[in-house]
């Protein structure tokens, strides 16, 4: 841009002073003419990087995600394939052989039916435990109202054999009658004191619940479900819309389950871009801002986006907590640069765009519109710029 800017004044001066001859072309002059776009290209510049800061550091960063296998077994399925191939969400990625999980599967689900089933029955007993102590009471107060009638029935053949008016048969046979009613009622409190331990025995077992169910009942339905969240686990699928790298997995193989030792690796297809800037060229820059970059990638090309953040942090103003004392004044690093993130317009989403790409951006804040024209022509300049390939071999 500097050089076609150059040309054009060039021009001009050679039609003012050699062409038309309309100023004399003396030492004065000479020294006018040197000294104007010096000046001038000098001020230009300045000024365009403070309203339209470029750099030359830009990067597409994407984060991976490794995969790796929530259970052991034989994989018996890899139906992706490594390379540029976009992997929807949701698509599978590889299958184990699920034959195992089944069968813990149905065997729990054995289980769980044994479970209920002996829930019904305790709740069965419940009730003939209850009915028994009822049936104990019944009793009881049978036997009660015997026993006052037959102690009554001694009380008045004694008296009456005090007296002389009664028979002493009477009254051993009543004695007799009497204990033997204090025999059943021992009998039918002992009988009641277990029927009621039998109720408060059937009662424990069904009154450990956990949310309201039966706790063995709860606790194996809690090992099914986790048995068949296992059995899901043996399709394994894509988190997002990925690229597939360093596929390791071939069928046959055998996975561990072991929490670092990633099969695979997926590359999400939407990444961020990020340009990196010295220090004192953000003061203009705000979130919103016009901003335009090129990659290498694809020579010739304007991304179109905006700012969407300035990340206001960076390695040399972090602290990590230790015992040691920073180091100050013995190797003075240069000032770190900051990174501006930015949003790409809908018109360019559906690029592709590589991984580590690099190019350059600038971006173009509210002040001296007149003068961004200058930077997209620089910009635009060095994207086609890129088509050159310079290497002798």
Known sequence: MEALLLGIYSFF???????FKWLPWNTKSQVTV????????????????????????????????PIVSQLRGRVIEVPVEEGN??????????????????????Q?????????????????????????????????????????????????????????????????????????LEGQAESVRA???????????????????????????????????NARWDLEQTVTISPCDCYVINLQLRAGGFVAGIPFNAVMTLVEAQGQVVAL????????????????????????RIV??????????????QLPPSGTLPMIGVLTQPPGRYAVKFDIADRDKEMFMAAGAAGS???????????????????????YINYLILKLH
């Open 13 to 19: 001066v050679w039609l003012i002073f050699i062409k």
């Open 34 to 65: 040197a000294i104007i776009p010096i000046v001038g290209l000098t001020v230009l510049i300045l000024l365009l990087n403070i309203v339209a800061p470029s750099s030359a550091d830009v990067r597409v960063y994407k984060y991976t995600v």
């Open 85 to 106: 191939r976009l992997v929807k969400k949701g698509e599978v990625l590889f299958k184990i052989d699920p034959e195992p999980y089944q069968l813990a599967v149905n």
């Open 108 to 180: 729990l689900e054995a289980q769980l039916a044994t479970a209920i089933a002996s829930q019904k029955e305790q709740e069965e007993s419940l009730k003939g435990a209850r009915g028994a102590v009822d049936q104990a009471d019944a009793r009881m107060r049978e036997v009660n109202a015997r026993l006052d009638l037959a102690r009554m029935r001694v009380a008045q053949n004694r008296e009456l054999v005090a007296t002389g008016a009664g028979n002493k048969f009477d009254l051993e046979q009543a004695e007799a009658n009497l204990k033997e």
């Open 191 to 225: 009988a009641r004191v277990q029927a009621v331990a039998g109720e408060l025995q059937v009662k424990q077992k069904l009154g450990a619940r956990v949310n309201g169910e039966f706790a063995q009942v709860a606790q194996i339905r809690a090992q099914l479900e």
């Open 277 to 300: 800037f010295n220090q004192n060229e953000l003061h203009q820059v705000a979130p919103g801002n016009e901003a335009e970059f090129t990659l290498y990638t694809n020579p010739g």
């Open 304 to 317: 179109k986006g905006k700012v969407d953040s300035v990340i206001w942090a960076q390695g040399q103003g």
């Open 361 to 383: 951006a600038a971006i173009y804040t509210d002040s001296l519109h007149a003068i961004h024209i200058l930077r997209k022509v620089i910009l635009r300049v060095g994207a």
